[in-house]
């Protein structure tokens, strides 16, 4: 959702929390209202995390998941995969079909690879026309392997139904998480593999591992 939206949902958010919390405190008559302003909270929250378009985790919402996941690789030592994806040539898309098509292309690029997923996956839109995919307990060999399967099951949609004439691609930049990483440095080098990824043309994938810790000199 953009900045100028999450705002107002923030603070509208808040103040259904505090009157839901005054009712209870005060026992007030009108808390037979409370499963109704309960709901409506939850709904604000599911609008807080989402993004507005695809219905994907929304980019805060997808680092906070990120942080969690470093926090429990941290604890169990299992490695995982951070995959950033975009839509190759949907700028052509938008000029030349326009913008409601190129919303309906994106709302179904986002749909499939939901679908296709893992459930333990996490995926959320973090930019315009960018995804990213935290893949857990995976190495970057596997989440090539998945981003290819994926990639076949896509190739099989009618996408010409939405654009006359268009088969979807996509691009992927791969990275691993490596100890004490942040939420902020897998997002850079994920996003240094995408570009690469996108320099050597539609479709194709790129891998980028961390850079070993420098050598002390000193052996144990």
């Known amino acids: 959702m953009p900045a100028d939206q999450q705002a107002p949902l923030h603070s509208a958010r808040h103040q259904l929390a505090q009157l839901i919390a005054d009712i209870r405190e005060k026992h007030d008559a009108d808390s037979h209202l409370l499963p109704q302003l309960e709901s409506l909270l939850q709904q604000l929250d599911q609008l807080n995390e989402h993004d507005y378009l695809t219905g994907a985790l929304n ?15 941290y604890r169990t030592g299992h490695t995982f995969t951070l995959a950033l994806v975009s839509v190759d040539h949907l700028e052509q898309i938008l000029d030349s079909h326009g913008q409601e098509t190129a ?14 997923l893992r459930t333990l996956d996490v995926f959320g839109r973090t930019a315009a026309n960018e995804f990213a995919i935290i893949m857990p307990t995976t190495w970057l060999d596997q989440s090539r392997k998945a981003i290819v399967r994926i990639r076949s099951s896509l190739d099989q949609n009618d ?44 479709g194709q994938v790129a891998e980028l591992e961390p850079e070993l810790p420098p050598f002390s000199g000193h052996e144990d």
């Open 103 to 116: 919303r309906a292309i994106l709302r179904q690029f986002a749909a499939e690879f939901s679908r296709l």
């Open 159 to 202: 996408w010409a139904a939405i654009a006359p004439g268009y088969q979807l691609h996509f691009s992927t930049g791969l990275t691993i998480n490596q100890l004490h990483d942040t939420p902020e440095a897998m997002m850079t080098r994920a996003q240094t593999a995408l570009r690469n990824a996108r320099l050597q043309g539609a």
């Open 59 to 73: 980019r805060r919402a997808l680092l906070a998941q990120l942080s969690n996941e470093l926090a429990r690789s």
